[in-house]
């Protein structure tokens, strides 16, 4: 219902134009990816022969069963496992963590809160490549190198959803946490009862973010895993290029990409749904 | 059902003050209203009796208990918020059930008390809807069923009628004195709203700046106002304040009068001139202006006759009408 009021209609040439515009703007994003496709179906040698083929081969079957169990260094299938455990537990400790500290800095009142809430809100402006080096040194002493706490554990606070639920929180009357106290609610129960499902859309949204990055993690997995097994995709594909005068493979490596691509558009296709609904039928 | 009692309550936000010592012993039973001006305090000290703000000095006591340094949950009191603070995502049911469920009550009896207090407020047929399907009126009685559930000793209500439209307003008004008095069970009611003052209140408090000016019933505040600023404050229109000097007495002083006890007549010794008239159907209110520029309002009978704009006219009263006031306000 509210989509149609937003939307100007248009008619004639220019709803025309518009879909053309689209078209080539979709056409030019995807004709790399259906390269990739293409590759990822042929021999090897129709890749290195020019010119390259434009429509899929019929080694698709073998290329990717090739890719999934024994890949280049590590099989696909380990490292797609590997890189799904990194994203769902940095999306899920984000979550859990940002919610509770902006819970805490809300709703509580306790020495030190403005000092904490800017001590996160600073380390916004520190990504992970700033301060890789002593991160590096204390998982190493801890001993988590090739270790999933090692890959999901410093990455997992996040000032931008601490930030971001800290906002959401405001906006909740206080009258709503005041009738939970008068109904008996101690604090934890009025933040599971409660503002938890009160703030699923947002939630929802942010999986979505948050497992994206989560899953595009490239440095610090990189540096932290030396052992195959413990391999994440994404930096799985670069490592699976030759160094010196090997030849590359590229059919697995482009049956590796796209196998790559696949977890992250079904987070999005699938949560879609839910943060859509959420946005359409305000909770007021 | 219990008594409340109030003891010299005060409330400071940091260094201001803004409850300057509240006393009232409030029977069981009894309807309690707390009017007065935006700011004043009525929030606050209803706040205090709840337990969501702390209590600076005085003592507050629920049943004979002295409760100042208990959770809301343990005064046994019920609380109806000005925008009802219906959780959004629980249907009618989750929301008046949700106190019982934290306090473990059987499963049985959780859904006995919701489906009484839902017949009690036609509710029945919207149990399961979730409350932005729901009317203001309707949510209005979600948040009064949300506090019979929990069979309180002392229901508390902040301006629960301040979102509705002027008719609902009185039907509502009607209904929870009704279901008050039904239930039996003491209550506290804030408003700023000095019709809904006097036609629920067995006895009034009415604040000003943080001071209980009065308190009494509805008919014995209207009659006898103690201060300036009640006469002022209860009845419409508002009480006909004069000084002494316009009167042609000494002392320094001020007079009120009712618009119902002012009375045009030619033979009255303080002259002023019409300003203009509003005809309201049943009575008509007559506005003059004396010549000091103070505005005198007049009540009278539709039948009577209405003097022209700018006609000059005489004021009468009976003494016995009079008001006299002295300097700080206080009735003398
Ligand atoms: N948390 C607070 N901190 C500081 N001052 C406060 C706080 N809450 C209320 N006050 C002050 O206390 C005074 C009384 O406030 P209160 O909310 O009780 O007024 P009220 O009579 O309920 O007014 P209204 O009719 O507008 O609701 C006001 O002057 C207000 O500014
Ligand atoms: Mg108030």
Redesign the pocket.
Known sequence: MAERNGMVERRGAGLWLTHLGLIVGIAFIFFPIWLAFVASTVEQQDIVRPPMPLLPGDQFFANYARALTSGVNAPVSTMLWNSLIMAVGIALGKIAISLLSAFAIVYFRFPGRRLFFWLIFLTLMLPVEVRIVPTYEVIANFGMLNSYQGLILPLIASATATFLFRQFFMTVPDELAEAARVDGARPMRFFFDILLPMSRTNIAALFVILFIYGWNQYLWPLLITTDPEMNTIVMGIKQMFPSGDDIADWPVIMATSLLAMVPPVLVVVGMQRLFIRGLVESEK | MATLILNNVKKS??M?E?IHGISINVADGEFIVIV??????????L?MVAGLETVTSGDVQIGGRRVNDQEPMDRDIAMVFQNYALYPHMSVFDNMAYGLKIARTPRAEIEERVEQAARLLQLETYLQRKPRELSGGQRQRVAMGRAIVRKPAVFLF??PLSNLDAKLRVQMRLEIKALQRELGVTALY?T?DQVEAMTMADRMIV?NG?MADQIGAPLEVYANPATEFVAGFIGSPPTNFLSTEIMGRSGDSRIGVRPEHTRLSDSGNLKARTVYAEALGAETLVHVRCADGTQVTVRQDAASTIPQEGAEVGLDWDPADEMKFDSSGRRC
């Open positions: 936000f940091g201001t803004v007065g001006p935006s700011g004043c305090g009525k929030s606050t000290l706040r902040d301006e804030v700023h604040m943080g």
